[in-house]
């Protein structure tokens, strides 16, 4: 069983940053990949970044070039650097993992509200 805890989210004018950070604990070794969502009311959860085993990471466009996910294996932790905030980076964010445990299993943090004000 493995359980993720996100913090770090808050209130923060357009063009602030924040860093988020989510904690994993339980088994989490074969792990495959980390990741941030975040969503909206009313839309569906996107994805924003991902970081795969072999250290290989990947942004949504709308977030290109101003976010930024690093993972500190010894803590478990993964973190999002996100600068140059905008109000449509509004959200609730929630940290994802997916290892192999005889089979693939993903797990979900409870997510992180980010407000940007203009």
């Known amino acids: 069983q493995v359980q993720l805890v996100e913090s770090g989210g808050g209130s923060v004018q357009a063009g602030g940053s924040l860093r988020l950070t989510c904690n994993a604990t339980?088994?989490?070794?074969?792990?495959?990949?980390m990741c941030w969502y975040r969503q909206t009311p009313g839309d569906q959860r996107e994805l924003v970044a991902s970081y795969s085993s072999g250290g290989i990471k990947k942004y949504g466009d709308p977030v290109m070039g101003r976010f930024t996910i690093t993972i500190d294996i010894i803590k478990n932790t993964a973190y999002l650097q996100m600068n140059t905030l905008t109000v449509y980076d509004t959200a609730a964010y929630y940290c994802n993992i997916a290892l192999i445990d005889s089979i693939l299993r993903t797990y979900w943090g409870q997510g992180t509200q980010v407000t940007v004000s203009s």
């Open positions: 339980g088994t989490t070794f074969n792990t495959i990949s």
